[in-house]
Antibody, heavy 116, light 110 residues
């Protein structure tokens, strides 16, 4: 059974960098699929942040591209998100997920609050 | 890329049907067969209900169906049940390995 689990700090200060990791169990990231990050600010809808493929290629939302980095560590079967220069607008539940052309498998999500 | 447009809310009585629209452009919904729908209960992970416009993953009841006409996709839930009350989001591939989600629709079972 394939599972995804997000981890990382729940509180980040404004202007700092948000860092999250998604640990995948039951499937090797390097075997295929697209692996991505999606977020949901409080009271708002889902927003695609970006994706990384098993090849290592990355793709980012145009609106976040200047601040986002997604990377993969195949030795740990994890992929990570870094979002720099955060503001209160980046407060959200962050999900990691697996896709082909649809997001078929999701982690439970982790709330990240940006506040001093 | 702008979020796909969905109605904020939809409702129906148990046993009735409800249809949710998802309007995009020729660069997303209208240009690809990769439109999907997600059911999201607060505090839980979103669940894929429809992929590739009208395909149902294993385990999803056939009460859920999808379609597309031009740049508007639709999700229909037939025979509404109490557990169908949730937020529903559409998503579309937009080319160049990019994706976009809809604004979300809250479905209420009266």
């Amino acid at each position: 059974q394939v599972q995804l689990q997000e981890s990382g700090p729940g509180l980040v200060k404004p202007s700092e960098t948000l860092s999250l990791t998604c640990t995948v169990s039951g499937y090797s990231i390097s075997s295929g699929y697209c692996w991505g990050w999606i977020r949901q600010p409080p009271g708002k809808g889902l927003e695609w942040i970006g994706s990384i493929y098993h090849s290592g290629s990355t793709y980012y939302s145009p609106s976040l591209k200047s601040r986002v980095t997604i990377s993969v560590d195949t030795s740990k079967n994890q992929f990570s998100l870094k979002l720099s220069s955060v503001t209160a607008a980046d407060t959200a539940v962050y999900y990691c997920a697996r896709a082909y052309f649809d997001w078929s498998l999701w982690g439970q999500g982790t709330l990240v609050t940006v506040s001093s | 890329q702008s979020a796909l447009t969905q109605p904020p809310s939809a409702s129906g009585s148990p046993g009735q049907s409800v249809t949710i629209s998802c309007t995009g452009t020729s660069s997303d919904v209208g240009g690809y067969k990769y439109v999907s729908w997600y059911q999201h209960h607060p505090g839980k992970a979103p669940k894929l209900m429809i992929y590739e416009v009208s395909e149902r993953p294993s385990g999803v009841p056939d009460r859920f169906s999808g379609s597309k006409s031009g740049s508007t996709a639709s999700l229909t839930v037939s025979g509404l049940q109490a557990e169908d009350e949730a937020d529903y989001y559409c998503s579309s591939y937009t080319g160049n390995n990019n994706f976009v989600f809809g604004t979300g629709t809250k479905v209420t079972v009266l």
